[in-house]
């Protein structure tokens, strides 16, 4: 199932998307991207500068560990299968002792399939990524589109997305706030405020949540 899931929306394939916009390095925010390189996106990636800096490791580790599930599913794949083809041999067997039934074991049955994706593919992935973007600075991605990072308070790069869609009285601002960290933390610039904004997408993982206090 999760192979299945790892897709996008029905209609739309990877070469369709114009670009891509990343939040923070974490595998669950930015482990797609080789994904979608390798099927065919082929646009400009942004991020802010520490985040390509952490996916430089992170990214072509990720694809190594695609690769190292996929041999080991296929390992596990071939050893069911020749259990299964030893115990049919044996049942034939006439002269087999006949046994108590074993209890059936609960482990799902090994799949032997590609990686999503490979090392290779998450180092390509890498060349899609356009260096240094800095916080709190306006970019423009495309006619009337816009974007700026802002500090998110979570890891190193993380930041809150804003986007500028339209111009004019059409105008209207959309802020993906990835996920955001602890105010006054040792080690890290607390989450700076987005002062407006015409919509707000936030991760159910941390939108009905208050930090404690410690």
């Known amino acids: 199932k999760a192979d299945f899931m790892n897709r996008l929306p029905s209609g739309i394939t990877p070469a369709d998307i114009d670009f891509i916009v990343v939040t923070h390095a974490h595998i669950d925010h930015s482990g797609y991207l080789p994904r979608l390189t390798k099927l065919g996106f082929s646009g400009p990636v942004y991020m802010t500068e520490a985040t390509a800096d952490l996916l430089d490791i992170m990214l072509p580790d990720s694809g190594y560990l695609q690769e190292e599930a996929a041999r080991k599913n296929c390992a596990r794949a071939e050893r069911?299968?020749?259990?299964?083809?030893?115990?049919?041999?044996?049942?034939?067997?006439k002269h087999a002792v006949s046994e108590k039934p074993k209890r059936k074991s609960r482990s799902r049955?090994?799949?032997?399939?590609?990686?999503?994706?490979?090392?290779?593919?998450?180092?390509?992935?890498?060349?899609f990524i356009k260096r240094g973007m800095k916080l709190n600075t306006r970019y423009e991605l495309a006619?009337?589109?816009?974007?700026?990072?802002?500090?998110?308070?979570?890891?190193?790069?993380?930041?809150?997305?804003?986007?500028?869609?339209?111009?004019?009285?059409?105008k209207r601002t959309f802020c993906f706030t990835g996920n955001i960290g602890r105010t006054e933390m040792p080690l890290l610039q607390s989450v700076a405020a987005v002062k407006s904004a015409d919509y707000v997408?936030?991760?159910?993982?941390?939108?009905?949540?208050?930090?404690?206090?410690?």
Do not use: W
């Open 143 to 170: 006619p009337e589109i816009a974007v700026k990072f802002t500090e998110a308070g979570h890891i190193l790069g993380a930041a809150v997305v804003s986007l500028e869609l339209g111009a004019g009285a059409k």
């Open 80 to 93: 069911q299968k020749n259990a299964k083809l030893a115990l049919a041999t044996t049942a034939g067997d």
């Open 201 to 214: 997408m936030s991760e159910s993982t941390y939108g009905n949540r208050v930090h404690a206090k410690r």
């Open 109 to 127: 049955a090994a799949v032997c399939s590609e990686p999503l994706y490979t090392q290779d593919d998450a180092k390509h992935s890498l060349t």
